[in-house]
């Protein structure tokens, strides 16, 4: 398949001076990086959050009605034939994103279990030497919702390229694109943690190898592992999770204290304070 052409950097990014430390990756898989689920529970946060009771209900969430997650009136109850399926994942996204913004366990991941994972996994397995690290302040809960193929004509007009050739599916969670064009600093890290039991296939997240290489290949991962890569400089997307497992993960960035530069005030999307927050680390 032709491999699509990138889009132009943006001028907004914010390119450092000085060469970057070793602990900011050049490309896609640098490491995995495991913690213990008994000490992070995230998986039992999100499912909290959500008014889910295991793995498997978060798995099938696609199975759910968007209104199950609303508040009276702001969706209404679906009536069988009255939406479209893609309509139907859109809604449900949305209104799984809203719960969770809305939560206390939001909150509870922000000020203690980020900080937490980014002080004691993060740093002391590929940031070490660093007196401290800064790390994205809110970063987002991701809900891929599986829209597996179902009729003939499904079958015979999904582009299963990767990415599409026309630039995405409809159910597409992210089209291809890199960090950098949306003017974030070449200094930092991305980390993606999924909470549901196996992330693989179309339901993960797929990255090429490489700035430019065009060897797009899905994260595969386990509950309890996250992995260290570079979506700053390698095109990533999420195509239309074909699959039957929905994907729940977070995904956060984080930059070694000595590459950080503040950015020109106008450049206020990625102040510290703001966009970032910092964390000490005990040497």
């Known amino acids: 398949a032709k491999t699509p052409q990138p889009r132009p950097a943006t001028n907004h990014a914010i390119q450092h ?24 529970p995230l998986r039992e946060l999100v499912t909290d959050a959500l008014g889910c009771n295991t793995d498997e209900d978060l798995g099938k969430l696609h199975l759910c009605d968007p209104a199950d997650f609303c508040e009276p009136g702001k969706i209404r109850a679906s009536q069988a034939g009255t939406r479209t399926p893609l309509r139907r994942v ?7 994103s809203t719960k969770w913004k809305m939560s206390p366990q939001k909150r509870m991941w922000e ?21 401290e690290l800064i790390y994205q302040r809110s970063p987002m809960l991701r809900f891929h919702v599986a829209w597996p193929l179902e009729s003939e004509e499904e079958f015979a007009t999904y582009d299963d390229n990767i990415p599409p050739m026309g630039g995405k599916n409809p159910g597409t ?12 600093p070449s200094g930092e890290v991305n980390f993606f943690l999924p909470v549901t039991s196996s992330t693989y296939g179309t339901n993960s997240l797929y990255v090429e190898g490489d700035a430019l290489r065009g ?15 570079n979506g700053n400089s390698c095109r990533h997307c999420s195509p239309r999770n074909i699959s039957n497992q929905t994907r729940v993960s977070f995904d956060f960035r984080v930059i070694p204290g000595s590459a950080w530069e503040e950015p020109p005030k106008k ?17």
């Open 17 to 40: 001076q000085r060469p970057l430390p070793e602990a900011v990756p050049s490309r896609k898989y640098e490491r995995i990086l495991t913690f213990d689920t008994d000490d992070l």
């Open 90 to 96: 859109e809604l449900l996204r949305r209104a799984l």
């Open 111 to 131: 000020r203690d279990y980020l900080p937490r994972i980014v002080r004691d996994v993060v740093g002391p397995e590929v940031m070490r030497g660093e007196h």
């Open 173 to 184: 969670l992210a089209g291809l694109h890199t960090d950098s064009e949306y003017g974030h």
């Open 215 to 229: 060897d797009f290949e899905p994260f595969d991962l386990k509950y309890g592992e996250m992995t260290m890569w």
């Open 267 to 283: 450049k206020g999307s990625f102040q510290l304070g703001s966009y970032y927050m910092s964390e000490k680390l005990l040497l």
